[in-house]
Nanobody
């Protein structure tokens, strides 16, 4: 069992940057593929980015590719999402998630086993 806590969300102007953190406790983070998802009001939760257990492979939604970067520091039990060139359409609650069983990072929400409570990112025009 792993507990995940997101932080770093806030209000930012379009074009700005923000770094989200996901701190894990209870288990060693390295056993999990990790992902970031987001959910805007009235919309389904959608995939943002994922990273392999060792950090060697990353996978991004087309909508954020080139703007967002996922990384991890297993020694600190922390996953990050660096967001740049933010757009108003990036406004959402962002969730960190852990995939215990997967062989590779996945964009399938149903594959993830554990979730944080989310952190709100609001991008103003």
């Amino acid at each position: 069992q792993v507990q995940l806590v997101e932080s770093g969300g806030g209000l930012v102007q379009a074009g700005g940057s923000l770094r989200l953190s996901c701190a894990a406790s209870g288990r060693t983070l390295s056993i999990y593929n990790m992902g970031w998802f987001r959910q805007a009001p009235g919309k389904e939760r959608e995939f943002v980015a994922a990273i392999s257990r060792s950090g060697g492979y990353t996978y991004y939604a087309d909508s954020v590719k080139g703007r967002f970067a996922i990384s991890r520091d297993n020694a600190k039990n922390t996953v990050y999402l660096q967001m740049s060139s933010l757009k108003p359409e990036d406004t959402a609650a962002y969730y960190c998630s852990a995939d215990r069983r997967g062989n590779r990072p996945t964009n399938k929400l149903s594959e993830y086993d554990f979730w944080g409570q989310g952190t709100q990112v609001t991008v103003s025009s």
